[in-house]
């Protein structure tokens, strides 16, 4: 038997395992940092597996690093497994969560004596609170050679170009007065607030067909009779690069401080939390997994956009990487992030396209691992498409 034939044995013998622990996360939905549930499956699943397993790896509870086989080159495969709030796993994160398993499991019955290293990461926390910077920054990534992950979507895609993306509160401080009594004396609030999503609205029009500007109203006043001494919006900007990023949080920047001048109000502008850096997809790993998913009877695109951010990006300037989109099967107008992608997320049809999916995976890590020509290839592209790593504005 060979390598590859040994990857897809031991895949599909886990098939049933993982299609229980799939479905086990999805009827447990648990959002960012309180994935309890799925850490706990997923590491008992990987314990009994033989792996060596630490859990609350990376100083995150709900983290884990589960390793196989030693020496040779290292490979990461990804795990999500958080969920959204009020429609569950609609982002499909029950399905990353068994491809990365299933992918390792794979990948060291596919090694079976050759040196070379199994790390899967149970990343905690990808919407929206950038889990795996934080892996980063807890140098879960030092001394691995490449990282893979697929995420579930309407359609397939080797290399999604994913944005660039920071979050933004602004809070604008007026003054209460009667409104019908003073009104004169208010400074509105919630007038500089509107008037800064006006502003954000016209600019819509003159920025790139990449960038987007999207945000709801968290505080805007209390009642009719007092005008709104404070308001609050929360913003998510998204540009194709960290350097069309950082120009735009600019002109984002402009337009909230024109509403305060315009109202006489004071503004706080607070660009929180870590920055989801853009998708660098290895074309040479990418290739890879396209011949693979293709052999699996699954050929895979490679299509130029697709409109969305994921922590993946910042670890894809960190060392080289792909993050594929897969398809399963569901109507191609309620993607994720909807009630019916939720469904999708668990149906057999979508579980046996994860299970192709972590085969290919699989398959690749192991080409990138016993081929050295390939290995080469890999990195010379990782440093031809991120020539500073760690400094991602120089891209
Ligand atoms: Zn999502
Ligand atoms: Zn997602």
Request: hydrophobic share 45%.
């Amino acid at each position: 038997m060979d390598a590859y034939e040994r990857i897809d044995r031991a895949i599909d013998t886990a098939s049933e395992d993982l299609r229980r622990l799939s479905l086990d996360i999805h009827s447990h939905p648990e959002l960012n940092f309180e994935e309890h549930h799925a850490h706990q499956a997923l590491t008992d699943f990987l314990d009994a597996e033989g792996f060596e397993v630490v859990r609350g790896a990376h100083t995150m509870p709900t983290a884990f690093r589960a390793v196989a086989g030693s020496g040779g080159p290292s490979v990461a495969l990804l795990s999500e497994y958080d969920a959204l709030p009020g429609i569950g796993h609609a982002c499909g994160h029950n399905l990353i969560a068994i491809a990365g398993v299933g992918a390792g499991v794979g990948l060291r019955a596919g090694l079976e004596g050759r040196p070379g290293t199994v790390v899967i990461l149970g990343s905690p926390a990808e919407e929206g609170g950038a889990g795996k910077q934080i892996l980063i920054e807890q140098h879960a990534f030092d001394g691995l050679d490449a990282a893979l992950m697929a995420h579930p979507a309407p359609m397939d895609n080797a290399t999604p170009k994913v944005q660039a993306m920071q979050h933004v509160r602004v809070e604008y401080f007026g003054r209460n007065a009667h409104a019908a009594a003073m009104p004169w004396m208010g400074l509105n609030a919630l007038d500089a607030l509107v008037l800064g999503y006006n502003a954000l609205s016209v600019l819509r029009q003159q920025i790139l067909p990449t960038d987007r500007i999207h945000g709801v109203f968290t505080q805007a006043g209390v009642k009719p009779n007092i005008i709104p001494d404070y308001t609050e919006a929360l913003y998510y900007v998204r540009s194709a690069t960290m350097a069309e990023l950082a120009n735009l949080k600019e002109r984002v920047k402009a337009c909230l401080e024109s509403a305060a001048t315009a109202t006489g109000c004071r503004v706080g502008i607070h660009w929180e939390g870590r920055p989801y850096t853009d998708l660098v997809s290895n074309e040479p790993l990418a290739e890879r997994y396209c011949t693979h998913m293709a052999a699996l009877g699954l050929p895979v695109g490679k299509l130029p956009w697709f409109g969305a951010s994921t922590d993946m990006g910042n670890v894809s300037y960190v060392l080289p990487t792909i993050h594929p989109m897969f398809c399963i099967p569901s109507d191609p107008l309620n993607a994720n992030h909807t009630a019916p992608f939720t469904e999708a997320a668990a149906t057999e049809e979508a579980h046996e396209r994860t299970i192709r999916v972590a085969k290919a995976m699989a398959r690749a890590a192991y080409d990138l691992i016993a081929d050295p020509a390939i290995l080469a290839q890999v990195k010379a592209d990782f440093a031809a498409q991120v020539p500073a790593p760690g400094d991602p504005l120089k891209r």
